[in-house]
């Protein structure tokens, strides 16, 4: 490890992040977004196709997330004019008969799926060697239509998502009577927690409920609350650059067993899960990454997880 003591020792990891939801992008603009530690444009066209490009033109460097202008499918740079395609390729230099074969934008792989627009990030520009995560929630009508809330907070993913393997501060942090003791397995990409609980139902009888975390890569942890009903998290965290994160919990309930996200056991759900958000947060933000931590027993899968992490920085192998 090059990192200084309490230095984070890794770069940005690579994975799928989410950079937008499609309902708040109106088609045919182009809008300025920073994260990776890279100034990005992401382009939607008048058919809502969408694509992410590193900002500047090839030209002579204009910013195309101020002014470029989306024609059709295709996009202009505020400059000289400059017309671009999708996959970031220059089609048309209004002053020249032949276009440069060097004008090209950087294009990050981007896919929609359940309303969330994805990019694929690399440091070295390869593509991605997992598909897009599936959440079939946000598909089925049964469920809400999410609702979203946002934190940028000054950490990395790698902490946000080491919590979920770290019983022991779920009482110290969240108040819990007692830590989970989840059964924990991780596959490629996918690392999945479950928790079985029973609790106490309204008519006295005692009921399991099941909490499952999985997290596809540094990117995405969806949380599916089960039992007397049915709730979703899906926690999607970007990383701006090396030192700041955006996060972000999509909440939805399954109405077809009652629930509202704005009533009752769906609103207290929804509420929990901000307030520990907002618990962990001055954690992360004033933590040092411990490279060597001293561990003990009740520690759980740390070490398990921080193996499993090591996919996504490729170049640190
Ligand atoms: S800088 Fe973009 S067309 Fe000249
Ligand atoms: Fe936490």
């Not at 910013?63 to 024609?71: C, D, N, P, R, Y």
């Not at 991780?186 to 009888?205: I, K, N, W």
């Not at 890569?217 to 979703?232: I, N, P, Q, Y």
């Amino acid at each position: 490890m090059l990192a200084n003591p309490g230095e984070f020792p890794f770069p940005i990891p690579v994975g799928w992040f989410r950079v937008g939801f499609l309902d708040q992008i109106a088609p045919g603009r182009a809008t300025r977004l920073r994260f990776w530690g890279q100034e990005l444009v992401l382009v939607s066209t008048a058919s809502r196709e969408v694509g992410l490009f590193g900002a500047y033109c090839p030209h002579l460097g204009a910013h195309l997330g101020f002014g470029a202008v989306v024609e059709g499918e295709r996009f202009r740079c505020p400059f000289h004019a400059w017309r671009f395609d999708l996959e970031g390729r220059c089609v048309e230099v209004p002053y020249a008969k032949r276009i440069p074969a060097r004008a090209r934008l950087r294009r990050y792989p981007t896919e929609v799926k359940s309303g969330i627009v994805w990019a694929w990030y690399h440091p070295s520009g390869e593509g991605p060697n997992w598909p897009v995560p599936e959440i079939p929630e946000l598909d089925n009508s049964e469920w809400s239509a999410p609702t979203h809330h946002h934190w940028t907070i000054r950490t990395r993913n790698q902490e946000i998502a080491e919590n979920t393997s770290d019983p022991a501060h779920f009482r110290a942090v969240h108040g819990f009577a007692e830590a989970p003791d989840p059964e924990i397995t991780f596959e490629g990409p996918l690392y999945r927690s479950v928790t079985l609980s029973r609790v106490p139902r309204p008519d006295g009888e005692m009921a399991v409920s099941r909490l499952e975390v999985t997290w596809h890569g540094m990117g995405l942890g969806v949380v599916r609350a089960s039992g007397a009903f049915e709730l979703l998290v899906v926690g999607t965290n970007t990383p701006i650059d090396g030192g700041a994160v955006d996060a972000c919990f999509s909440f939805s309930v399954n109405r077809a067993r009652g629930l509202r996200p704005d009533k009752g056991a769906g609103r207290a759900f929804i509420a929990e899960a901000i307030r520990q958000m907002e618990q962990d947060i001055p954690i992360w933000e004033n933590k040092v990454f411990a490279v060597r931590p001293v561990l003990c027993e009740g520690d759980g899968p740390i070490g398990a997880f921080r193996e499993w992490a090591k996919q996504f920085y490729p170049h640190e192998a």
